[in-house]
């Protein structure tokens, strides 16, 4: 099973989604995304979960278990709550058409402690300006 943990990130310089894809074996798949436009923070965790979904399928994974801290997301990606706000509806009927392309899959909320990774990559997305390619090494200093 692949996991996929995600997080949108709303604040004043702009919004941002960061993405991390786990395989099976380990490997960390790591995407900050910067959003070219205003979003809501829920707006924001939808486009992070969109992203995801999005480069999941382009990696033909079947088999998802999808994570992200916000409620109202999993809760209305599971058909546990409805969407009431016209973009909340669009944005879950684009996450449901998406979901078809995996046979298998769960999508659970966690706790904000344990999706720290996805929320670093949604500030750095929601802070930097996306105007240069850039690769960003983390070194670690004794």
Known sequence: MWQLRVDGASNQKGAGAGVVIITPDGVLLEQAIRL???ASNNEAEYEALLASLRLAKKLTIKKLAIYSDSQLITN???GEYMAKHPRMILYLDKVQ???KAFPTFTIQQVP????THADALASLGSALDTQ????IPIKHLD
Request: net charge positive.
């Open 36 to 38: 070219g436009f205003p």
């Open 76 to 78: 209305q990606a599971s």
């Open 97 to 99: 058409e998406l979901l």
């Open 112 to 115: 904000r402690a344990e999706n």
């Open 132 to 135: 240069f390619k850039r690769s």
